[in-house]
């Protein structure tokens, strides 16, 4: 992968391993530039992937469906993904952020990937240097990266080394024939949180100057 679409930060900065990334139409696609980045993935020191997305969920799936193409390629818990969303802006998404005709898929399905095989790279060359073996000789899995002689770390106990190693010219997708995640039904991440309506996923404003209609009845059904 072509690292001009990407950022990583030091630790010092975000406290762990930051990914930016770029999604657009193909159509549209350009080369991006700091200002352009409107994704972001986070591997935090205590285990927690956060993915930073301008999309919306209204019941879709999409933070379903965006967390299981993330943790497909990199090889880690779906359900550990913590999906944050970004305030509406214009100039950063333009149409790209709305959530319609399944385009959170479609511009997001490259690109997140990608991001999710740099990261997982990075975090490879930073346990390859810890356990003083070749990279090759290394596999992640489940957020847990294991080598020869029982070596073993987890991804946040390698974020921010991982973040001062060289993102790769190029990272290795994965082979579609080898996906665990994506192409499976799995179960969706917000239907608790959704369906037993906690107060802070309502949002209810009011102006002085709405008013309601409303229609009087009377107390009991044989009332004139």
Same mark, same amino acid.
């Given at each position: 992968?072509?690292? %001009?679409?990407?950022?990583?930060?030091?630790?010092?900065? !975000?406290?762990?391993?930051?990914?930016?990334?770029?999604?657009?139409?193909?159509?549209? /696609?350009? !080369?991006?530039? #700091?200002?352009?980045?409107?994704?972001?993935?986070?591997?935090? !020191?205590?285990?927690?992937?956060?993915?930073?997305?301008?999309?919306?969920?209204?019941?879709?799936?999409?933070?379903? &469906?965006?967390?299981?193409? #993330?943790?497909?390629? #990199? +090889?880690? +818990?779906?359900?550990?993904?913590? !999906?944050?969303?970004?305030? @509406?802006?214009?100039?950063?998404?333009?149409?790209?952020?709305?959530?319609?005709?399944?385009?959170? @898929?479609?511009?997001?399905?490259?690109?997140?990937?990608?991001? $999710?095989? =740099?990261?997982?790279?990075?975090?490879?060359?930073?346990? /390859?240097?810890?356990?003083?073996?070749?990279? &090759? +000789?290394?596999?992640?899995?489940? $957020?847990?990266?294991?080598?020869?002689?029982?070596? %073993?770390?987890?991804? $946040?106990?390698?974020?921010?080394?991982?973040?001062?190693?060289?993102?790769? =010219?190029?990272?290795?997708?994965k082979d579609p024939k080898n996906f665990k995640l994506v192409g499976t039904?799995?179960?969706?991440? +917000?239907?608790?949180?959704?369906?037993?309506?906690?107060? &802070?996923?309502? &949002?209810?404003?009011?102006?002085?100057?709405?008013?309601?209609?409303?229609?009087?009845?009377?107390?009991?059904?044989?009332a004139r």
């Amino acid at each position: 992968m072509n690292r %001009r679409g990407f950022l990583r930060t030091g630790a010092a900065v !975000t406290g762990g391993l930051l990914v930016g990334f770029e999604f657009t139409p193909k159509a549209s /696609a350009q !080369t991006a530039t #700091l200002a352009k980045l409107n994704g972001y993935v986070h591997i935090s !020191t205590y285990d927690v992937v956060t993915l930073l997305i301008g999309k919306g969920e209204m019941g879709q799936g999409t933070i379903t &469906s965006l967390s299981q193409i #993330l943790a497909e390629e #990199l +090889d880690c +818990d779906y359900k550990r993904i913590k !999906t944050m969303f970004t305030p @509406v802006d214009a100039k950063l998404y333009g149409p790209m952020q709305g959530t319609f005709g399944s385009l959170s @898929v479609r511009t997001m399905y490259t690109p997140l990937r990608q991001a $999710g095989a =740099q990261a997982k790279d990075m975090l490879m060359q930073a346990a /390859a240097q810890k356990f003083g073996v070749a990279k &090759s +000789d290394l596999r992640a899995e489940n $957020g847990i990266i294991t080598g020869p002689n029982s070596a %073993r770390a987890t991804f $946040g106990s390698l974020a921010e080394a991982a973040a001062k190693m060289t993102p790769p =010219q190029t990272a290795t997708l994965k082979d579609p024939k080898n996906f665990k995640l994506v192409g499976t039904s799995i179960k969706r991440l +917000d239907t608790r949180r959704r369906s037993t309506a906690p107060r &802070s996923s309502v &949002s209810i404003r009011s102006s002085p100057a709405c008013c309601t209609p409303w229609s009087p009845s009377a107390p009991c059904s044989a009332a004139r």
